[in-house]
């Protein structure tokens, strides 16, 4: 049953929210510009909460906000209990949490467990102090070379040298210091601070890069034992029994959401046992290409081992949706972020249409990224002195990096910032496309026929039928290259990933279409939702 959570006058109890929610991923710096510096704040983002709750979500996930040297846009936290002067102040999260909730929106809040900054005070003091070095990996060299041979997953060697000779760990950047969890001060620090947030009336944490806190302390290289030296160890488990503790000591459920990229389904299950997290991001279903029976196949893999869903198709670290879509080659598996010229953008967007009403459509919750209800692309051709992120920098940009899906949203107006910023605010901290003004939600909102106008209908649709959201689906007789799936009370989703024209079921009632129909037929890249009928 779909929970009615954003109703007005404040959060409605729902023991089982996440089960169904409708979750907008803001990204802080790109959402809105409130004080004018070019990058998002919390001030833009409270001033902009009724679009959301028009929108329809019924959560909001925060990309981390705390105090950074902003190494890694945030994942390189300095203190998990403060708000960054950049996005603004503990005072004002707090009335963000207040404000959103009398609008009967939940908050999600980013915890970065694996690793925090090299100015946080703990890596200060391991500095100048062997015993305070033992919260983190710290090791000697092996001559002049590092301890082992990782790789950092931004490029370059996982270890960097201290000024004494020692050298540290550091999975990601080198201002990444990693945490070492067999340490206690770690396990308590966290427990604290879930609880920091918990009493602010944060509803749910998203754990970052859930799957690399535990590490084989002899730190071999990956390869010589049955499991792997930091991805998905076994200890790992206990850091999110002990978290779910936390939570579940809460009157209200609180959620934990991992960040858990395995490909492995049996192993991604393990972190949702019912004592651990209470769900994980999909990225099967992200990195899926468009086609029909490999959706298919991670749509019943998604059924089997994580039934609520957590459907997402892009977010902050990987190439837009109506990108990747309109690219010949639409999976992500050359990478979840390609340099590749060819792209049609209004495929693709036809395409991430079809893509939402399936999305929306599907037994679960489901991860809205910041833009995409605007039908955003990606951002290709920022130049290198503008790039900010660290992976475009240490790979030399081989790696396009993460910049081209965080370029702020464009709000109103005909030229950049587009109403991100008020007006004689410094640029924004990413350069914005000239043809953003045909994007901006000033143009989309009025427009029926436009992809924000299509997210509040499915969304609108979604939190008000009993069928949608949390629950079962079934399977339908169709064409090839057809998607067609019933999750009952007469209700269907048919998607048409054929390069043909196929017809819709006789008698069905059209809800609603990704694209306006022409007679009773599916054109290709389309989807419909349907009513009653003999649809089961
Ligand atoms: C995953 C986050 O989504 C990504 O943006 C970040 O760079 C890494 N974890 C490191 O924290």
């Known amino acids: 049953m779909v929970a ?5 006058g404040g959060i409605l109890p729902s023991p089982t929210w996440w089960r169904d929610a409708a979750i907008y991923q803001l ?32 959560a909001i996930w925060f990309n981390p906000w705390y105090l950074s040297p902003m190494a890694d846009a945030g994942y390189d936290v300095a203190d998990y209990r403060e708000i960054d002067p950049l996005f603004g102040t503990l005072a004002e999260a707090e009335k963000l949490i207040q404000e959103a909730h009398e609008r009967g929106i939940r908050i999600i809040v980013d915890i970065v467990p694996n690793h925090c900054s090299d100015r946080h005070r703990w890596f200060q003091e391991a500095l100048t102090s062997q015993t305070a070095r033992e919260r983190f990996w710290f090791r000697p060299g092996r001559g002049d070379l590092p301890p082992n041979d990782w790789q950092s997953i931004f490029g370059g060697p996982a270890w960097t040298q201290v000024a004494d000779g020692q050298w540290y760990l550091h999975l990601f950047a080198p201002e990444q210091p990693d945490l070492n969890w067999n340490h206690p001060d770690v396990r308590a620090e966290f427990e604290d601070v879930l609880r920091f947030w918990f009493d602010r009336g944060v509803d749910g944490i998203r754990v970052d890069s859930a799957a690399l806190c535990a590490k084989d302390p002899a730190l071999p290289e990956p390869g010589l034992s049955a ?31 991992g960040e858990v990229w395995l490909e492995d389904q049996e192993r991604f299950a393990r972190y949702l046992r019912p004592d651990e997290m209470h769900a994980a991001f999909n990225f099967d279903f992200l990195g899926c290409a468009w086609d029909a029976a490999a959706l298919r196949a991670c749509i019943d893999q998604t059924m089997t081992w994580h039934p609520s869903g957590s459907w997402v198709l892009s977010n902050h670290d990987v190439t837009r949706h109506v990108t990747r879509y309109g690219r010949p080659d ?11 010229p060819v792209v049609d953008v209004p495929l693709g967007t036809r395409r991430a249409r079809a893509a939402a009403l399936l999305t929306l459509a599907l037994p679960g ?69 000239d043809a953003w003004s045909s994007l901006s939600v000033a143009v989309q909102e009025p427009d029926p026929a436009s992809m924000l106008s299509l997210y509040r209908s499915a969304l609108r649709i979604r939190a008000g039928h009993p069928a949608l959201g949390d629950g079962t689906m079934t399977w339908l007789p169709a064409p090839d290259g057809v998607l067609a799936f019933s999750r009952g009370a007469g209700f269907a989703c048919m998607v048409n990933l054929s390069p043909a024209a196929v017809a819709l079921p006789e008698h069905a009632e059209l809800v609603l279409a990704s694209t306006p129909l022409a007679g009773e037929l599916l054109a290709p890249d389309t989807a419909v939702w349907l009513m009653a009928g003999p649809l089961e």
């Open 365 to 433: 919750s489901v991860y809205i990224y910041q833009g995409e209800e605007l039908g955003l692309p990606e951002v290709e051709d920022i130049p290198a002195e503008r790039r900010d992120d660290p992976i475009y920098h240490r790979t030399g940009g081989d790696d396009p990096g993460r910049d081209g899906c965080r370029v702020p949203l464009p709000w109103s107006g005909e030229r950049e910032p587009y109403g991100f910023s008020p007006n004689g605010a410094a640029p924004p901290w990413l350069p914005q496309p």
């Open 330 to 340: 639409t999976s992500t598996a050359a990478g979840i972020r390609q340099y590749n």
């Open 4 to 8: 009615a959570t954003h109703k007005q």
């Open 27 to 58: 990204y802080p710096r790109s959402f809105a510009d409130g004080n004018g510096d070019g990058v998002g704040d919390l001030a833009g983002a409270r001033s902009r909460l009724d679009y959301l709750a028009e929108l329809g979500i019924d």
């Open 227 to 257: 499991s792997h030296p930091f991805i998905d160890r076994e200890e790992v488990h206990e850091i999110y029994r002990s978290w779910r503790t936390v939570a579940d000591s809460y009157p209200d459920p609180r959620a934990l959401i």
